[in-house]
């Protein structure tokens, strides 16, 4: 992890359905994957700053999109730093997302009261956890799952709650995956890298 670039997990909630928003998440330079969820949030967001400065510049700029009545178009935003990747998928791109229509997709957000070496170690071996990162914040790490079905997912989620040192777990269902690594779906259906964004750091 470069420890130059300020690497976070951003949440972002918006008022209806504002298209501007999608766009600006799709080619600005600083967000590498934006995932649709459900939840008390609409986007889930992998993003990188050079500074914290960078940063409030980016989240000043998100508060002021507007929607055609004038109301702002985003209602809140939630930052949350990345301390350190312990799992990521190295092999990835949005068509690996594109291609898996009948699977079961979450993100879920686990407090525990300090580096927990369980957790990670059942991370690390299972199959079902594609990424895991610990972050600054709210919660403490959050794990991405994919399953072939529903009821592996809730297998999956019982022995996380069984580790002892879990206090809260919380479960985000991703709708749809709009960015992913800096690729993005151009208007033909085809796959494009915005030719404005060069970053390669990327932690889901």
């Not at 510049?57 to 055609?68: V, Y």
């Not at 985000?172 to 800096?182: A, D, H, L, T």
Request: a negative charge.
């Amino acid at each position: 992890m470069n420890s130059n670039i300020l690497q976070a997990v951003v949440y972002i909630h918006n008022w209806g359905e504002s298209s501007d928003v999608v766009d600006i998440l799709k080619f600005n330079s600083n967000v590498i994957s934006v995932f649709h969820i459900m939840g008390g949030y609409s986007y889930l967001i992998d993003a990188n700053f050079d500074s914290k400065a960078e940063l409030e510049k980016w989240i000043e700029h998100m508060k002021s999109i507007k929607l055609s009545s004038g109301v702002p178009a985003v209602t809140a935003i939630k930052t949350q730093k990345i301390i350190e990747i312990n799992k990521n998928k190295s092999d990835f791109s949005l068509s690996d997302y594109m291609e898996m229509d009948n699977a079961y997709h979450f993100f879920i957000l686990v407090d525990v009261p300090h580096q927990d070496e369980h957790l990670i170690e059942m991370a690390k071996n299972s199959q079902r956890v594609s990424s895991l990162v610990h972050i600054q914040g709210d919660h403490s790490y959050v794990a991405e799952v994919i399953c072939d079905d529903y009821d592996e997912y809730r297998k999956f989620l019982r022995d996380i709650k069984q580790l002892e040192s879990i206090n809260r777990v919380e479960t985000q269902e991703v709708i749809s995956v709009i960015k992913y690594r800096n690729q993005i779906l151009d208007e033909s259906g085809k796959l494009s890298t915005p030719r404005e964004d060069n970053r390669e750091m990327y932690t889901l």
